[in-house]
């Protein structure tokens, strides 16, 4: 079974650029969530959809951080303008349930460095 | 709020030493209890995972016992390798529609040989 895969594994940007993470979760798993983890910290998420509508964005910077799962299946995460503080890693996780009654299935992440 | 407070690394072990990593949360109400682990180079993945009081996880010979009158979820292990050192997670999560996981800064661990 294919894990849940993530692109690109390793971005440079400079402040004020736009960058966008790709996430493909695995096949049949209605649930899918970003988490951003900071060097030194555990994951924060930031946004969990269920198939394709959203479930919890109470902690994306709505005014620079943005997300959408068409057709509930891939997703995309897309920061413009970046920031210092952007600077983490993205990861993208999958269930097939909510995460109360599920395991997630990570992906290896997206690390974002901004200058 | 929800919140999970687990011991700050890094931890460095002897091969064969007995491995606590300590975990307490702050939830309203029965949250599942859930260890993950972050291997290097590699993402995060399920270790282990504790759905009600008294209950244990185990795993890959670690073990964890929910304990709802001291509020903690301490990961143990009674002989480690060189294997396990990785960056470990403690977790929790409350069932809902809408329940999401939150996790605790993660514990860095080496192991010696």
């Known amino acids: 079974e294919a894990g849940v895969a993530q692109s690109p594994r390793y971005k440079i940007i400079e402040k004020r650029q736009s960058v966008a993470f790709w996430c493909n979760p695995i096949s049949g798993h209605a649930t899918l969530y970003w988490y951003q983890q900071i060097l030194g910290q555990g994951p924060k998420l930031l946004i969990q959809f269920q198939n394709n509508g959203v479930v919890d964005d109470s902690q994306l910077p709505k005014d620079r951080f943005s997300a959408e799962r068409l057709k509930g299946v891939d997703s995309t995460l897309k920061i413009q303008p970046a920031k210092l503080e952007d600077s983490a890693v993205y990861l993208c996780?999958?269930?097939?349930?909510?995460?109360?009654?599920?395991?997630?299935?990570f992906g290896e992440g997206s690390r974002l460095t901004v200058l | 709020g929800n919140s999970v407070t687990q011991m700050e690394g890094p931890v460095t072990l002897s091969e064969e030493a007995f491995l606590t990593i300590n975990c307490t949360y702050t939830a309203t109400g029965y949250p599942s209890l859930f260890w993950y682990v972050q291997y290097p180079g590699e993402g995060l993945q399920l270790l282990l995972k504790?759905?009600?009081?008294?209950d244990k996880g185990s795993n890959k010979g670690f073990e964890a016992t929910y304990r709802k009158e001291t509020t903690s979820f301490h990961l143990e292990k009674g002989s480690v390798q060189v294997s396990d050192s990785a960056v470990y997670f403690c977790a929790l999560t409350r069932y809902s529609s809408a329940s999401k996981i939150i996790f605790g800064s993660g514990t860095r661990l080496s192991i010696r040989p």
């Open positions: 996780a999958s269930s097939s349930g909510t995460g109360g009654t599920g395991e997630l299935f």
């Open positions: 504790a759905t009600k009081a008294d």
